[in-house]
């Protein structure tokens, strides 16, 4: 036993200074074991979902957000709905194989690439897409990062399709929608299966967009909260004002021209392609049937095939021949899905 003395007191001191050094091992011991098994948890709940890089950014930042999705959060973000066209009469035409073959190849070509732009990857559904940006990373420009995202999907699958034409297959055709607003992020499902995903009215607009692309001929359509958010970098040409199913309030919604690194020429006959095609919208809403027809003849002197002007000039034709309601707001409601 060590002992001091001092003013004629005897102290022992082994004991107390034995006691608090194995406290504080075992406070470390905790702490670090605690830690760990969060980071686990972390890793287990989020690694199907966002890229490695992202996965270790969250990993080392605090756990609140992730907490805050187990008990569930409204967060504002942006979701992504893709889905392949024509793909049930595709795949009745190729064997199970090849058709599990295709879509593999097609679903690395996607995920990767929103991966690339700091997406989470949310599920497959069937041969759709759905992803999202804004958590677990946050970000304030991820309206923008989504439709890089989606443009860059548009082009990567012209590359796709180019393997798929070697290969003696037919190329795809896919439609995305983005919509940006508040949505309920958390962990949803049951004990046994848990999914890290979003829910709500604008997730559903979101699916809704995405199901607008083959009725306008536009590859990507978005909605108008989105179209705010990146004016300043992506042309997007005015598509509609319209009212979806189930829903009250109408929402325009806008096509995404090109990525902002393209070609100085390409953007310059983009940007005409835009001032041409929202004037000959504008003409559509004060009624002015011939003057929007003449308008939209114009967009497709300049992109021959047009579908979206070839769309406008039949509605036209349709209204000078029945006339709309004195009522009319230039919405368009549409009946199905």
């Not at 392609?273 to 308008?295: N, S, V």
């Not at 002197?301 to 070839?310: E, K, N, S």
């Amino acid at each position: 036993v060590q002992a001091c003395y001092c003013l004629n007191l005897v102290s022992a001191v082994a004991t107390p200074l034995f006691a608090m050094g194995c406290s504080w091992i075992g406070a470390y011991a905790w702490v670090s074991a605690t830690e760990g098994r969060d980071k686990r948890k972390i890793r287990r709940m989020l690694g199907q979902y966002v890229s490695p890089a992202i996965l270790e950014s969250v990993v080392d930042r605090s756990k609140a957000g992730v907490l805050r999705a187990e008990v569930g959060s409204r967060e504002n973000l942006t979701i992504l709905f893709s889905d392949i066209r024509g793909f049930t009469s595709l795949s009745e035409s190729l064997p199970a194989e090849q058709v599990v073959e295709l879509l593999n190849g097609y679903f690395s070509v996607m995920v990767d690439i929103i991966f690339q732009r700091q997406g989470t990857l949310d599920k497959f559904i069937g041969d759709a897409i759905m992803a999202f940006w804004g958590a677990p990373l946050k970000a304030d420009d991820h309206p923008l990062r989504g439709v890089l995202a989606a443009l860059e999907m548009r082009d990567g699958l012209v590359q796709y399709n180019a393997e798929l034409v070697e290969r003696g297959l037919r190329p795809l055709a896919i439609g995305i929608g983005l919509h940006t607003g508040e949505m309920i992020l958390g962990n949803i499902g049951s004990e046994k299966k848990l999914d890290y995903t979003v829910i709500g009215d604008n997730v559903n607009l979101g699916s809704r967009l995405e199901g607008l692309t083959k009725a306008y001929g536009c590859s990507v359509i978005i909605s108008e909260t989105v179209e705010v958010a990146v004016r300043e970098t992506i042309l997007c040409r005015m598509v509609d004002n319209v009212r979806v199913k189930g829903k009250k309030l109408p929402v325009r919604i806008y096509e995404p021209l090109a990525l902002p690194e393209s070609e100085s020429e390409v953007l310059e006959a983009l940007a005409h392609l835009k001032q041409l095609t929202d004037a000959a919208f504008e003409r559509y809403l004060e009624r002015d049937w011939e003057g929007a027809k003449k308008g939209y003849g114009d967009v497709l002197a300049q992109r021959p095939g047009d579908a979206l002007a070839t769309l406008f000039i039949e509605r036209c034709t349709h209204y000078q021949q029945e006339e709309p309601p004195a009522e009319w707001d230039g919405v368009f409601t549409l009946l199905t899905k």
